[in-house]
């Protein structure tokens, strides 16, 4: 099995997303092709960052990864292939593939050098499904870019951390309009060391953090008591990081954590501990 996914800031009203998928299947026509997100927004590489780095495990090793976010090749945006934990990732040197490897050494790292062969408005079509189907065909990464031992690192997603207080952001809102911050378990519990905390996000305040939606709801209580559609909470999420969410909130019709605590892409989060 051969399989490649595509994550884009393209979305699906335009054909970009088709041509991509026509070319891939004429370079490897056995090839299975899965959309990861279209929905990235614009020019956005943490987000995209976010959404990869979490769902490329759950695909076989020596499956190829296309981003195609802020993809155009400049001075300063050097295209790059990666292998990383048996994955190859290819994309724009813009800060995404620091997050996507997140401290783990990459076994390769090329930039890619096959543009002279080749005139293109539309990278993601012409360099990097070409370099997809080199490496589908097992082909390696040194006979299309020359080897390189870093990458642009993606620094202002990362959280300020002093000795009682954690400084966060927020880094990306899902389609329940849930926030989700930079801050991971991870930092919360070497920081924290078990101490009482307060979250902060803008006039909210959340002083537990639960590890289900479910969990925050009182179900021992008569229904008719409990507190449940639009209770706040605080949980880490499946990925890891902290997530300010409502119960149940829909951003169609009753609102969401994003448009009810008025938290936006890089709004910041603040956990405070008790001395």
Known sequence: MTLVTLTTDFGLKDYSVAVIKAALYQSFPTAIVVDISHQISPYDPSQAAYILKNAYPSFPQGSVHIIGVESELTPENKHLAMRLNGHYFIGADNGIFSMIADGIQPEA??????????????????????????????????????????????????????????LGSVIYIDNYGNVITNITRKIFEEVGKQRPFTIRAR????????????????????????????????????????????????????????????????????????C
């Open 109 to 166: 790292i090329v930039e890619i050098n096959i543009h002279e062969a080749v005139v293109t408005a539309f990278p993601v079509l012409d360099i990097f499904v070409n370099v997809a189907a080199h490496l589908m065909r097992k082909g390696t990464l040194d006979v299309i870019g020359r080897p390189i031992t870093n990458f642009k690192e993606l620094t202002d997603i990362k959280p300020v951390i002093n000795k009682n207080q954690i």
């Open 203 to 274: 006039t909210v305040r959340f002083h537990a953090i639960y590890e289900t939606y479910s969990q925050a709801i009182e179900f021992n209580l008569p229904k008719e008591k409990r507190e449940e559609d639009g209770k706040k909470l605080a949980l880490f999420n499946t990925a890891g990081h902290l997530e300010l969410a409502i119960y149940k909130s829909n951003p169609a019709t009753v609102g969401s954590a994003a448009s009810l605590y008025g938290l936006d892409y890089r709004d910041p989060i603040t956990i405070e501990f008790e």
